[in-house]
């Protein structure tokens, strides 16, 4: 359902449901710590991030329409016999007994916090450091493109407002002219 | 952490410090040069506390990081030509971008990612490094948004580094597999016990895809022409020179602890990949007119000539070094007339644009050709002795073919460099002159900063042992 409806938040909302089921089916295993994780890192900060993003983004019914375009089945043949392939071997190895059982150990929250806080303290740090990078970059080029919006809406309409953009416009368009020259 | 071992990371710290300081400066909105001098100092600091700490190397600070003379090195030449890729950019970005302050914090996190791989003694840290300089390297070659080309640039390499990204994880997790460790010293063990199974192998060629994708080596190499093309010319030095040097210092260290120079099929790829480099890089070069992709083939090629050294082993390890050290200060003076020729509307990459430079600004044209001559390897030039030790180590291992194929390729590459030499030197047209809208203090201080690594280059070229000395004693630490 998530990637077959046209609209973005339809599609979202479904992705929220398969996020609570899937961690539903970690529970039922027997590991409580990672379906809750999974409820708290997917389904919570990545939704909001996604809806975030949709919503600045200010998606309508122009997407919709262009999503519909795209889903040809030219374009999804090709994943879902992927797919097709990997849950064929998935069937063969349900229904071939000679495995063994898994060794499983179960960890537990505190030692991963310790692991994570004690021995790999400066690995943490720096995915910190990656996370900023990321930030960053993304607001420089986030910042953009609205201003771009800005500057062709000037270039139309002449002289609304004296900032320090327009000089910049200014500028390289005298530029222009007298490389013209 | 004991105190030695936080000495140890004491100039990583700071670097990682630069970053934040930056942003706080940009929070109590500071100008352009009060962050470009805080960040230059800080550069300066991270140089210092190298040369406070260095009594207490060789330092393991377990599980990820290992500081130790090779790291020493390679984080000294990277912060080396960081300081001169921010000196460029001041008049780069001042000149073009509205914005220029972001770049300032991308540009230490870049560093730091790099300077984290030449430490790097774990699978954990290796991939955080490489993140950390991938992703600021997305948003750096994007960084003037009113180019198509850099938009273009960023996405490719977006795509290709979140690809090889990939491939690194996958060949980690093989090799995590068959050894049960991240650990360089702890997989080494684990092959020496138990031999090298068929899915280690792969791993280890899973990894030598991406490093491969890092370094643009031939067959991959396809990204390097459009992303030095369309990044902007600073972020172009940094690429050729930071990125690919803590690249390189930690497939030199991996390759150590493994023991890669000694399996057959491992070297043969390797030696595959390197002619191939060497071959590929040079002919592209041949009839290009835009001297950005020129600068990229070349520098394809340039690995190519490394990987010589590499094959070679513990050998080989000095020679690479010093190559690196005059590679990098030859790009770096290269991309330094770029950006001091490049207009607010384009970088100056087009190759007529160059016609004649001699007669309106012989000082560039000078730094500029002892460049270029230095990439061809022309004697009394740093280029020369750099050339002689990959080809001495080269024949003191009996690789034949490769040091065949090495100067062949030199002599192709001698062609473009020359073309471009020639047209320097040609009658000028009548072109506009630059108008000049900073303060002179900063055009002072570039060509003064550019004119110390030429002669740092006829330095080089004249009297290389001093260098080779130094490298050779923090080798043997």
Known sequence: MVITRYHPVHALLYLAVSFFASSMVFLSLGAPFVAALEIIVYAGAIIVLFIFVVMMLNLGNETARQEREWLKPKVWVMPAVLVLLLLIEMIILLFSNDTEPMQIAVVEPRKLALSLYGEYIIAVELTGFLLMAGIVGAAHIGKHKKEELHRFLQNGQGDQQKTKRTRKTKAITNEQTALHE | MTYLQFLAILPFIILAAAAIVVILLIAFKQSHTVIQVTGFIMMCGVVFAMWYVRDTLPRQVPPLLVVDGLAALFTGLIIFSVLVVGLLSYIYFEEREENPKEYYIL??????GSAVLTISRHFISLFIGLELLS??????????????????????????????????????????METGSMEFSAIARAIDASGMSILFVMGIGLILVAIGFKLALVPFHLWAADVYQGAPAPVTAFIATVSKIGVFAVLI??????????????????????????????????????VKRLLAYSSIAHFGYLLVAFLSGNAGVGAAVFYLVAYSITLLSAFGIITLLSTARRDADDLSGYRGLFWRSPLMAAIFTVALLSLAGIPLTAGFPAKFFILTTGVQQHRWLLVMVLV?????????????????????PLTPVKERTLHPFFYVATYASLVVLMCLLGWLGVYPGFVVENVRAFLSF
């Open chain 2, 408 to 428: 062949l390729t030199s002599v192709i590459g001698l062609f473009y460099y020359l073309r471009v030499i020639s047209t320097l030197f040609a009658s000028p």
């Open chain 2, 135 to 176: 992703v600021s390297l997305y948003a750096l070659i994007a960084y003037l948004r009113n180019r198509n080309n850099a938009v273009e640039a960023g996405v490719k390499y977006l795509v290709l580094a979140a690809l090889s990204s990939a491939f690194l994880l996958f060949g980690m997790a093989l090799i995590y």
């Open chain 2, 107 to 112: 540009l230490f996190l870049a560093t730091l």
């Open chain 2, 253 to 290: 260290r991996f390759a150590d602890a493994i023991h890669l120079q000694q399996n057959v099929l491992a070297v043969t790829i390797i030696t595959i990949m390197a002619i191939a480099c060497m071959l590929v890089g040079n002919i592209l070069a041949l009839m290009q007119q835009n």
